[in-house]
């Protein structure tokens, strides 16, 4: 494996996030540049995306990179039988650093594996999204001037969710009171609870909604993910089960943010939009930067 891929959060130390969040920073004031001049990207979507796929070609092609790939397997050898072991084997002959995301838990470290160039994963399954928990960081760092001692409510779909997956391990380098608000079927990962154990970290699991989000510093909303329930009756349960809406904002503290990785479907009211604690489609912006501070970190530039 190349050790500068990043397919799960952990391979980043907090030092490592920390500077990649400060350089994240200065391609925010500089965003355009030429340290990926000569260099070549393959951006492997086996599954759908809007924003990650877009902003990291915007992050490439901002720093003077070019890009190859493909936005749906069903056009690519794939559905001739090829293996995705042969795949990547290919496109590291062809590419500098392969950003992909895959339906299938542990596809990218299997990829970081068998790659002779590091790999971003860009989603796994349910399992992990690093790049959009260093855009999440930044986000929280950048409203909250610290990532240091805040309260996190997490809401929705905690299990299949794999921004929430990755955002919990990042954040529990920084002290967090973490509250996870999901129904039954969709609550955290056993696995997860106990790591969170394991490494002292507070946490409280709620069912209630409304009345308890006065104390959030963050609130991260997500959506209950349709693609990977088995059986449509249980999405159907528990699709509509907590909707924010403006006026549950009232009470709420002043540096109260709401995340969402995107795309909402109707967990947040769209009244919400206009509230200024509404910071989702700016998050979805510093996508670009987070992004480019992981290419330039994975090709020590
Ligand atoms: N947040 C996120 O992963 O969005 P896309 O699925 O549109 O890439």
Redesign the pocket.
Known sequence: MDNRSLVSIDDYTKEEILEVLARAAEFEKNPNSNILEGKVVASLFF?????????FETAISRMGGRIVGFTDASSTSTSKGETLNDTIKMVSNYADLIVM?HSIEGAARYASEVSDVPVIN??DGANQ?PS?TMLDLYSIQKTQGTLENLNIFMVGDLKYGR?VHSLLMALSHFNPTFHFIAPKELEIPRAYKIFMDKNNIKYHEHSEFNSIINDADILYMTRVQRERFVDPLEYEKVKNVYILKNDMLKDTKDNLRVLH???RVNEIAVDVDANPKAYYFTQ?LN?VYARQAIIAKALNL
């Open positions: 599954e759908p995306s809007t924003r990650t796929r877009l902003s995301r860009a989603g999204h959009q921004t990785p995107l795309p979805a996508g």
